[in-house]
Nanobody, 127 residues
């Protein structure tokens, strides 16, 4: 069974950058769709970014497009989320998740299509 552990969150000021990591253990996530989601205070979990198993297809939510970059290092069994020019509204708990069923070139933005989730890492952006 896979375990996903997010790290890299913290308290930053608006305009700063952070890089989140999602380290998988117990099973390789190479070749599988990996997504980042977030839950802002008092809101439902929302899609942030996804990278296909092949790495060839990447998709972002409109709210982070141009500021966030998702990537993966299959050798390290890790997925990253580089977050630049952070805004107050990026304050949230960020989760990574793996989708075992979508094919290597597929992506999903729907939380229910993901099979395993990490515990999350908190990002707080202050003014």
């Amino acid at each position: 069974q896979v375990q996903l552990v997010e790290s890299g969150g913290g308290l930053v000021q608006a305009g700063d950058s952070l890089r989140l990591s999602c380290a998988a253990s117990g099973r390789s996530v190479s070749g599988y769709t990996m997504g980042w989601f977030r839950r802002r205070p008092d809101e439902a979990r929302e899609f942030v970014a996804v990278i296909a198993g092949s790495g060839d297809t990447i998709y972002y939510s409109d709210s982070v497009k141009g500021r966030f970059t998702i990537s993966r290092d299959n050798a390290k069994n890790t997925v990253y989320l580089q977050m630049n020019n952070l805004k107050l509204e990026d304050t949230a708990v960020y989760y990574c998740a793996v989708d075992w069923l979508t094919g290597p070139d597929g992506v999903s933005t729907l939380p229910h299509e993901y099979d395993y989730w990490g515990q999350g890492t908190r990002v707080t952006v202050s003014s």
